[in-house]
């Protein structure tokens, strides 16, 4: 690994890392905040995925999460949302599909599953060699995202043993169900419906796919509330399953980092609580 940026901030660290993975067959960045006790002793480590359009930095610029990692001694890991620059013909051509849009899942389909691996990349590339930094508490482990990032978040979380506790910013909770993610769905993973649900918070629910709890803020004035983010189709699945979800619907906050920033101490006392 490459360390690209070094800031201090609230006494912590705030890095920047550059490195090759073998998931997605290309170099990768990856931002992680290293709070002040990880100088004494390994903290825990909560890992945020973003959203569209986005990479490591909008979080680490904008949602301010980097004073409540320092306030509760939690490490903060922000990946990028995709490959970059791996010269597939039309990765760069829209916001919500390719560079940008890799919705982490494991492409299958040509030419995207060469790089577009990200569900891998988050699971068998960076979490592992964050992991060997001997700040990081291995064992303690939570996820949060944001939009895509929160679709990513849940449903790692759903499907898989790595995280202690899940939450989510306006998650994309029923991508089959829309277009973003019918047309992410499709150009990565084909037409087979079948092979959407394991990408599906809603599906993976039904499916049997269950959490101790789930956090989820959703701001009302979202102007992608009803067509793309259906976090009515998440309560209901959850309560069908019994599955413990706080979902609190914030009047006046849109889809942006505003929302974020305001309700960010939330999610990291959220998950602080739950590494006790």
């Not at 090759?20 to 945020?48: G, I, K, N, W």
């Not at 291995?138 to 990032?149: C, D, L, P, R, W």
């Not at 269950?210 to 956090?215: G, M």
Request: aromatic letters at 10%; one cysteine or more.
């Amino acid at each position: 690994m490459e360390i690209i940026h070094d800031w201090t901030s609230f006494g912590g660290r705030q890095l920047v890392y550059k490195h090759h993975a073998s998931s997605t067959r290309c170099d990768m960045e990856f931002a992680l905040y290293l709070p002040p006790q990880a100088m004494t002793a390994p903290v825990p480590l909560l890992v945020y995925l973003s959203g569209l359009t986005c990479n490591w930095e909008n979080v680490v610029t904008k949602a301010g999460a980097q004073r409540s990692c320092a306030k509760h001694g939690i490490a903060f890991l922000a990946p990028d949302t995709s490959p970059r620059d791996v010269s597939i013909p039309g990765e760069d051509e829209t916001y919500d599909f390719g560079a940008g849009a890799g919705f982490y899942v494991d492409a299958t389909v040509a030419p995207w599953e060469k790089h577009y691996q990200m569900r891998s990349y988050i699971l068998d590339d960076v979490l592992p060699l964050v992991a060997e930094n001997k700040a990081i508490d291995a064992e303690k482990v939570a996820i949060t995202g944001h939009s895509m990032g929160g679709h990513g978040a849940l449903t790692l979380a759903l499907s898989t043993d790595r995280f202690n506790s899940v939450s989510a910013f306006a998650p994309i909770a029923n991508p089959m169900a829309c277009r973003w993610g019918q047309r992410a769905f499709s150009g990565y993973l084909g037409d087979d419906q079948l092979h959407w649900r394991a990408y599906d918070a809603c599906a993976l629910i039904e499916d049997g796919a269950s959490v101790e709890h789930i956090l989820v803020d959703q701001g009302l004035a979202d102007e992608f509330l009803d067509e793309q983010l259906k976090p009515d189709a998440l309560e209901a699945a959850c309560q069908k399953a019994d599955i413990p979800l706080t979902l609190r619907r914030q009047p006046g906050y849109d889809h942006s980092y505003y929302f974020i920033a305001s309700f960010v101490e939330d999610h990291v006392a959220y998950h602080a609580e739950r590494f006790q």
